[in-house]
């Protein structure tokens, strides 16, 4: 990515800059309760949500809002959006929550008692209940076991559970409701509620999870991945989380030019 690429945007254009949480504000950790923000990172997001005028800040993750919240600590003014674009709550308070999604409750509750049965931590699998979806980690399983337990969960969703899908992240599967969420899709509700003109979206995100973000935004956003170089919709690239703030930084200078943060 261009070092000059977001602070000229932002001279021309209001932004909405949206950050995944895992791997793009964090480092992926083998455990997802040990994932917390890199250095300075929480300093620079309520640096940038002091100019609501000049920017909006959203934080959209796979995570459920309660932990997101809890692992996040967020100050300021800021959108989070959890479980895949499922739930969402606003700077002020108000909470969206897709309607769609308690169709499916019966189902999910299923493949939670399925997970408890067939993927035991002793295993190295570990579920992320977050109510309105539920994730299987399997980063700490020996690969064989876990392509077992993959396969099931996929034979018992097929023959039992209509209503829901997996989608398939960095080490996870994870059981949402079909036909609602969606990163890109969150992107757009946000858009709508902040009013026109519509501000300009940044997306940064590193799992295969925001690439419907990524194809949806490429058309009049800027799209950014964190990581590896790989096959991806993002138009740009960046190397790591400690990446990330040092380009939100940049945002910051270009704010409040004679602050450091």
Request: glycine share 10%.
């Amino acid at each position: 990515m261009p070092r000059r690429l977001l602070p000229a945007l932002l001279r021309e254009h209001r932004l909405l800059l949206c950050l995944d949480y895992d791997g793009t504000l964090s480092e992926i950790t083998a455990r997802p309760a040990d994932a917390r923000p890199v250095a300075h990172a929480r300093a620079v997001i309520r640096a940038l949500t002091g100019h609501p005028e000049r920017i909006a800040i959203a934080i959209i993750s796979g995570r459920d809002l309660g932990t997101l919240r809890t692992l996040l600590r967020p100050e300021g003014r800021l959108w989070m959006v959890g479980s895949h674009g499922i739930e969402m709550l606003g700077p002020d308070g108000e909470r969206h929550l897709q309607r769609a999604a308690g169709a499916a409750s019966a189902e999910l509750a299923k493949v939670r008692a399925w997970m408890k049965r067939e993927a035991p931590p002793r295993g190295g699998f570990v579920i992320e209940d977050k109510r309105v979806a539920i994730a299987l980690h399997y980063r700490n399983a020996k690969p064989g076991a876990a392509a077992v337990v993959r396969a099931a969960l996929r034979d018992f969703i097929a023959a039992r559970c209509a209503r829901v899908t997996i989608l398939h992240g960095k080490m996870v599967d994870e059981v949402l409701p079909r036909g609602v969420g969606g990163k890109g899709a969150a992107v757009r509700r946000i858009q709508k509620l902040l009013g026109a003109p519509a501000p300009t979206p940044v997306y940064f995100g590193d799992d295969v999870t925001d690439e419907d973000a990524f194809r949806e935004l490429r058309e009049d956003g800027v799209t950014v991945r964190v990581g590896a170089a790989e096959p991806s919709w993002a138009q740009y690239r960046i190397e790591s989380p400690a990446k990330v703030v040092t380009g939100l930084r940049g945002l910051v200078a270009t704010l409040m030019p004679a602050r450091r943060v």
